[in-house]
């Protein structure tokens, strides 16, 4: 099976910061990748898929990209609204699989 | 608009068995893959299980499989998720979700989620 491992596993910005978070693959995976959010107490949100695509009504500042086995979730300006766990997972092929997180907090 | 609603968890002791529901509403139910996602206490997601619009297909975790059993009525709008035997490592607030298409994709819309707590 396919490992997904994030990084950092958690990390704090300060407001306005752009912040990068890390999936790998263990395998290549094109860009069957999505990228979801949770809030504290909250249900994860969808964020990205195809890697880069960004689903609807999701703010600009967030965008994704990679391809193959190395992707990225940006955050452009880091807002207080955005701390949250993201999580990845890849979809080509089953069993589906999500990283282990990445938490942000805010400095 | 799209609205997932959980029910069925709850205390129960190990070894016993437990079915949940997830009734859907605001789109056709009937043409969307599902899936059930579990999250632990203070970890991470964990996917459990998918179902095609019609049923036809059903995927599994390796951790799950031949414990659980993914299921759907059409008819009702709802999807389920059988457990059995089941441990303290199944403690978890369990997730309905709608996949975008009939083949497992991603997970799209998601349910508040049902807490099953297995204590003795």
């Known amino acids: 099976d396919i490992q997904m491992t994030q990084s950092p596993s958690s990390l704090s910005a300060s407001v306005g910061d752009r912040v990068t978070i890390t999936c790998r693959a263990s395998?290549?995976?094109?860009?069957?990748l999505a990228w979801y959010q949770q809030k504290p107490g909250k249900v994860p949100k969808l964020l990205i898929y195809a890697a880069s695509t960004l689903q609807s009504g999701v703010p600009s500042r967030f965008s994704g990209s990679g391809s193959g086995t190395d992707f990225n979730l940006t955050i452009s300006s880091l807002q207080p609204e955005d701390i949250a766990t993201y999580y990845c997972q890849k979809y080509k092929g089953v069993p589906l699989t999500f990283g282990g997180g990445t938490k942000v907090e805010i400095k | 608009q799209v609205q997932l609603v959980e029910s069925g968890g709850g205390v129960v002791q190990p070894g016993r068995s437990l079915r949940l529901s997830c009734a859907a509403s605001g789109f056709t139910f009937k043409t969307y893959g599902m899936h059930w996602v579990r999250q632990a206490p203070g970890k991470g997601l964990e996917w459990l299980a998918f179902i095609s619009y019609d049923a036809t297909n059903k995927y599994y975790a390796d951790s799950v499989k031949g414990r659980f059993t993914i299921s759907r009525d059409n008819s009702k709008n709802t999807l389920y998720l059988q457990i059995n035997s089941l441990t303290t490592e199944d403690t978890a607030v369990y997730f309905c979700?709608?996949?975008?298409?009939?083949?497992?994709?991603?997970?799209?819309?998601w349910g508040q989620g049902t807490l099953v707590t297995v204590s003795s």
């Open positions: 395998q290549g995976i094109s860009n069957y």
């Open positions: 979700a709608k996949d975008p298409n009939w083949e497992p994709l991603y997970l799209d819309d």
